[in-house]
Structure formats: structure tokens, C-alpha cells
């Protein structure tokens, strides 16, 4: 490492990943998160199992709203879309 960032922010880095490889992502994050800070973006469960702060993202009305999450209310959310997107893959 040289010269490290003081956070760094990925946005889906995680998509085209199978859940093995998405898991030592997390994982990897996890453990340099001790010395910066890591902001992701994922629909996924396997960063949001490692995270510690979660954020909601609605848009109504032409408006966007950022709102807290529960971790339990993140992993549900993102299992929800990952049980959407296969129903709608086998149909």
C-alpha cells in the first residue's frame, strides 16, 4: 500500500461476482477498514453482512431521500431483491 486514501467508495463493485468471491470481497473490506473508511453500494447480502452503518436510498416524487437502516432491515431488503431477481430469471 502507498499513500492510502482516507475512505474510498465503491458502487457495485461487488455485481458481477459470485457469492464465493463477493464474500472475500466483504471480507477484505472488513479488514482494512481499520485504517480508512469504505463506502459501498451493493444489492447483495455479503457487504452488508460486514458493514456497520447502513443507508436507504428512496426517490418519490422527483425527490431523493436517504434514510438509516437497520442491518436486519438491509440484509432483508437486499435478500428480498436477490429472491425478485431469481423468480424473475426462472420465469
Known sequence: RCDPAPFYLFDEIDQALDNVHRASVARLI????????????????????QGDRFYGIS????????????????????KTLVAEGEAGAAA
Not at 479488514?31 to 444489492?43: E, P
Open 59 to 78: 426517490y418519490q416524487h422527483k425527490v431523493s431521500r436517504i434514510h438509516t437502516q437497520s442491518k436486519e432491515d438491509a440484509i432483508g431488503f437486499v
Open 30 to 49: 472488513a479488514k482494512q477498514a481499520h485504517s480508512a473508511q469504505f463506502i459501498t453500494s451493493t444489492f447483495r447480502p455479503e457487504l452488508v453482512e
